[in-house]
């Protein structure tokens, strides 16, 4: 067994892998990298959370864009993010001001947005259903489970793909989130 280093949103994991080390590709992901990046996307949203609850607004909002520049890779390109309570024509934020409006509202080109991550989050799990590694990339599907301060649990459907930068970094190019069906 080895112990890994992920480098995420700013935070080093430490994550155990049984599988062999003897491969030479460094942009090869693994499955316990693709965990450790979706459970830091889930620390950094607990943290604007907490960070806008404790120091205001553009604290939370600073805190934001350093986590939006370390998670997703907008710096290579548009990304297809398509965040869970978005109205057309603003549904998808493939730009950074549009995913930062989303997270921490106030910006008038996109005036529905609230600010998603200000929602007094306190908890935030991921519910992997697949994960499906190609080379330097990974595409995960599943749900992710919110609780905010009331105790008051939000579900959505989560898809994210990661790419794997040359600095070896894993970066989100594909995000989509739906509130969860429920059947009755």
């Known amino acids: 067994m ?3 280093l992920v480098t995420f949103f700013g935070i ?3 994550a155990c892998s049984t599988t062999p080390t003897t491969n030479t590709q ?9 965990i450790a990046a979706q459970q830091a996307w889930c620390k950094s949203l607990l943290d604007i959370s907490s960070t806008y609850d404790q120091s205001g607004k553009q ?3 600073d805190l934001a864009s350093q986590v939006i520049d370390n998670a997703y890779f907008y710096q290579d390109g548009p990304v297809l993010f398509k965040p869970t309570l978005t109205t057309n024509p603003q549904t998808a934020r493939t730009t950074k001001e549009g995913a930062l409006s989303y997270f921490v509202g106030g910006n008038p080109n996109f005036p529905d947005d609230k600010g998603f991550a200000l929602a007094g989050w306190e908890k935030c799990e991921v519910d992997n259903t697949a994960i499906n590694i190609s080379g330097d990339s990974a595409t995960t599907l599943g749900k992710v489970h919110f609780t905010n301060k009331n105790g008051e649990l939000t579900t959505v459907d989560k898809t994210w793909k990661f790419v794997k930068d040359n600095a070896g970094k894993l970066r989100i190019v594909f995000h989509h989130s739906s509130l969860e069906n429920k059947t009755k």
């Open 12 to 14: 080093t994991f430490a």
């Open 26 to 34: 460094n942009n090869i992901i693994s499955e316990s990298e693709v």
């Open 2 to 4: 080895k112990a890994i």
């Open 59 to 61: 604290a939370a909002n």
